[in-house]
C-alpha cells in the first residue's frame, strides 16, 4: 500500500486498513511518501519484494506515479481515493468513502460480496514519451491554471472548475497541428485533451458536461460529422482508443452559465473537435505544456499511443 500522507485530510487511515483488512485475514505493508517520484520509486520496490496487490491511497498525482512504477509487470492494482478530485476513482464507480473502498478490496481477494461484490477489470493506459498515464493529457494548460495545494485545501473540489474557468476566460488560440494515426488536422485552438479515462459515472456531473459540450464536431478518418449529444459517452478506457479533443472556441461565460438550466438553448463553453486512434502527434505555435494526470510531462512537441488493457484494476461487479 503506497500512501501519500498529505490525502485525506484528517482522516485516520491505519486503523480502518488494520480492522477490515484483518477482517478478510489479508497481509499488507505500507509505504509512505514523502517528496515527487516517490511511489514510483516504492511501487517498484514493493514489486521487487514478491507484491501480489499493489494499493494507491492519494489523489490523482499519486495514482500517476503508482502507475509509472507498475506499468509493464503483471500485479493488479487498487485505489483508494484520497485527493481532492479522484477522477479515475469516480469514473470506475470506486467509493469515495475509505472503509468501503477497503471492502471492494477485500471482497475482491476472498469473494466475499460484504456490502457489495468487485471484480477486476482490464484497463487501456496511455504513454507519453517515458511517461505513463491512465486519465489523461492536456496539452496548452500552463502551470498557473493548475489548482496548487492550498487552493485544494482552501475550495476543495471546486479548485478545478474555478480555474477551468479562468483558463477559458483569458486563453488566447494556439496554432495545432495534430496527427492522429495517419490523419492531419491544423486548427487554431485554445486547448487540445487527450483522453483515456470519461469524466465521471456521477449522472449529474455529466448531465452539466453534456449541456456544456453540445457543438462537437466527430472526426471519423476524412470525413467530419456534427453531434448535439454529449461526447462523454465515447471516453471509455477499455476501447484501445484515445479520444482528442481540441477546444477551438469560447463564448460568453455569464451567456454559458445564465443558458445551463435551460436544455435546449445553446448553451456551450466551447466548440470542440473530437478524434479517436491509437496514436497521436502534437505540435503548436507557438510550444506548448504538457501536462500528464495533473503532472508536468514536458513540451510539444509530443507524441502519445495506447496501451491496450494494460493494467488491472479492483473495481465494483
Not at 478545478?160 to 491544423?186: H, N
Amino acid at each position: 500500500m503506497i500512501i501519500n500522507p498529505a490525502s485525506g485530510g484528517d482522516e485516520p487511515i491505519l486503523n480502518p486498513i488494520n480492522e477490515i483488512f484483518g477482517r478478510y485475514d489479508l497481509t499488507w505493508d505500507a509505504r509512505v511518501t514523502h517528496q515527487p517520484g516517490d511511489a514510483t520509486r516504492l511501487t517498484q520496490e514493493a514489486l521487487d519484494a514478491g507484491a501480489d496487490l499493489i494499493v494507491s491511497y492519494g489523489g490523482d498525482g499519486t495514482l500517476m506515479e503508482v502507475l509509472n512504477g507498475l506499468a509493464g509487470r503483471s500485479v493488479p492494482l487498487a485505489i483508494l481515493p484520497g485527493g481532492t478530485g479522484n477522477g479515475v476513482s469516480l469514473a470506475l464507480g470506486i467509493p469515495n468513502n475509505l472503509r468501503q473502498a477497503l471492502m471492494l478490496i477485500g471482497n475482491e481477494a476472498t469473494g466475499q460480496s460484504d456490502g457489495g461484490g468487485a471484480r477486476k477489470r482490464k484497463l487501456d493506459i496511455a504513454r507519453c514519451g517515458d511517461r505513463y498515464f491512465i486519465q489523461r493529457a492536456f496539452v496548452g494548460l500552463s502551470e498557473q491554471y493548475i489548482p496548487d495545494r492550498q487552493m485544494k485545501d482552501s475550495v476543495g473540489f471546486l479548485a478545478y472548475p474555478i480555474s477551468a474557468l479562468r483558463f477559458l476566460s483569458e486563453r488566447p488560440a494556439i496554432r495545432y497541428c495534430i496527427t492522429i494515426d495517419d490523419v492531419t488536422f491544423e486548427e487554431d485552438g485554445i486547448l487540445c485533451m487527450v483522453n483515456n479515462v470519461g469524466y465521471s459515472n456521477n449522472e449529474r456531473l455529466r448531465d452539466i458536461a453534456e449541456k456544456l459540450f453540445l457543438e462537437v464536431q466527430v472526426h471519423n478518418g476524412e470525413e467530419t460529422t456534427a453531434t448535439e449529444g454529449t461526447v462523454l459517452d465515447q471516453i471509455t478506457p477499455d476501447d484501445g482508443l484515445l479520444d482528442i479533443l481540441l477546444l477551438t472556441g469560447t463564448q460568453s461565460l455569464l451567456k454559458s452559465f445564465l443558458s445551463l438550466p435551460l436544455r435546449n438553448m445553446d448553451s456551450t463553453i466551447a466548440k470542440a473537435h473530437l478524434f479517436q486512434g491509437k496514436r497521436v502527434s502534437i505540435t503548436a505555435t507557438p510550444p506548448q505544456t504538457v501536462t500528464l494526470d495533473g503532472e508536468a510531462g514536458g513540451m510539444t512537441p509530443c507524441e502519445i499511443e495506447i496501451l491496450p488493457l494494460a493494467l488491472e484494476v479492483i473495481v465494483p461487479a
